[in-house]
């Protein structure tokens, strides 16, 4: 199983809603990772976690609050959006990697969650 | 600028002709990525090469690794409408720590 679920597929929110994104993988991969892709831009990595912990927070504001509850799950809880937050969020996983970190490693990505904030 | 750096950013052909698009990176790598992305879905990983190759293979596809130039090209050969796609490079650029980089992105269509 190669496959890294996103769940929604697409999600409106006002902004004064509270809601979550959910990443799912079975691929025993132990890096997690959330990131945020406006269109027609590269995606920006948001989140890392590492063996359930969160290893890398490119200074993304406190609205986007990610959680690991165990080594298979990632979910993103959204609060108090904005606008400008409206994206596609993607999850991705890989193996760790070894000293050089996850970014050795070859990232499997969901197919996301179009996300849109009125 | 950025990291990635992606040229073309639009490239059209026919169906059979081969695509070359290119990336250009700033600081020292790791290794080089490149993934394809179909409208609006996630991300899907093509190639992997590390700092230390020059070219690698798969099927269809060619990376080659130019260090000295911090450069990168993929080349896609007998090029199918089902290969229009956007394309992009990702880096783990170390600019102190590791991050982890997207270039821009080239949007290819494959004419048929």
């Known amino acids: 199983d190669t496959e890294v679920t996103q769940t929604p597929k697409h999600l409106v929110m006002g902004m004064t809603n509270k809601k979550s994104l959910k990443c799912e993988q079975h691929?025993?991969?132990?890096?997690m990772y959330w990131y945020k892709q406006k269109a027609k831009k590269p995606p920006e990595l948001m989140f890392v976690?590492?063996?359930?912990?969160?290893?890398i927070n490119e200074s993304v504001p406190s609205r986007f609050s990610p959680e690991c509850p165990n080594s298979s799950l990632l979910n993103l809880h959204l609060h108090a959006l904005q606008p400008e937050d409206s994206a596609l969020y993607l999850c991705?996983?890989?193996?760790?990697?070894?000293?050089?970190?996850?970014?050795?490693?070859?990232?499997?990505f969901g197919p996301g969650t179009r996300l849109l904030v009125l | 600028s950025q990291q990635g750096e992606e040229d073309p950013q639009a490239l059209s052909i026919q169906e059979g002709e081969n695509a070359t698009m290119n990336c250009s990176y700033k600081?020292?790598?790791?290794?080089l990525q490149w993934y394809r992305q179909n409208s609006g879905r996630g991300l899907v990983h093509l190639i992997l090469?590390?700092?230390?190759?020059r070219e690698k293979h798969s099927g269809r596809l060619r990376v080659t690794l130019d260090t000295s130039k911090k450069s990168s090209s993929l080349l896609i050969t007998a090029s199918r409408a089902a290969d229009t796609a956007s394309y992009f490079c990702?880096?783990?650029?170390?600019?102190?720590?590791?991050?982890?980089?997207f270039g821009t992105g080239t949007r290819l269509k494959v004419l048929a």
């Open positions: 600081t020292s790598i790791n290794n």
């Open positions: 991705a996983s890989s193996h760790p990697g070894l000293a050089g970190g996850p970014y050795q490693e070859t990232q499997y």
């Open positions: 990702a880096t783990d650029a170390r600019t102190g720590t590791y991050k982890y980089i």
């Open positions: 090469i590390r700092s230390n190759e």
């Open positions: 976690y590492s063996y359930e912990k969160l290893s």
């Open positions: 691929m025993g991969h132990r890096a």
